[in-house]
């Protein structure tokens, strides 16, 4: 634990859904770095020069209680326009706003891609050896290229490919009938 000192630039609360329900969580810039106040409203304002005990934690810089030394907002209207404008950022041209998005079938550069083949991986070598009886056996190229041809059969499985695939089959043959007119 470290005493620290430093300006309030800018304040952040992000809903997060809790046993409880969905609360808010604040955090504070200071010194150009982030620090989480936690469930507990800080009760400062930009401009405010604080003095807290900071901890480094699993989530980066975290402190329990933060004591107010000097009150100012004179640099408040500053400060907060500059947040203000880069809160109201554009979302990312991909189709999806952020990683933690659940979608599916899962696109082919989202996030959640990598998750889903090494999950198909792990599980393609698991059948492997299970095939073989646990037994020891020699590494060569051939079963390599068999693992990863699991794999990739459980990652299209998974990440909803092969149920794309037979929908789009389905919406190809519905077309060819809707355009295929007799004369």
């Known amino acids: 634990m470290t005493m620290m000192t430093g300006i309030v630039e800018a304040m952040s609360t992000k809903d997060v859904t809790t046993k409880f329900g969905v609360k808010p969580t604040y955090s504070i810039k200071i010194n150009g770095g982030w620090v989480k106040c936690g469930f507990k409203n800080p009760e400062v304002q930009v401009g405010y020069e604080v003095e807290f005990d900071g901890t480094t934690g699993s989530y980066g810089v975290e402190t329990k ?22 809160a109201a950022a554009p979302k990312a041209a991909s189709g999806y706003s952020s990683y933690k998005e659940k979608v599916f079938p ?13 999950n ?4 393609a070598t698991d059948l492997y050896i299970a095939a073989r009886g646990g037994k020891p056996f020699e590494l060569e190229a051939s079963t390599l290229n068999l ?32 355009t295929d007119i007799k004369f």
């Open 65 to 86: 209680k933060i004591d107010i030394l000097k009150r100012s907002a004179a640099t408040t209207a500053a400060v907060s326009t500059a947040v203000t404008s880069t």
């Open 106 to 118: 899962i696109p082919a550069l989202h996030g959640d891609r990598a998750i889903v083949r090494q």
């Open 120 to 123: 198909a991986l792990a599980r």
């Open 147 to 178: 693992v990863i041809n699991f794999a990739r059969k459980f990652e299209a499985y998974t990440a909803g490919d092969l149920d794309l695939a037979e929908v789009m089959e389905e919406d190809a043959a519905e077309l060819e009938k809707q």
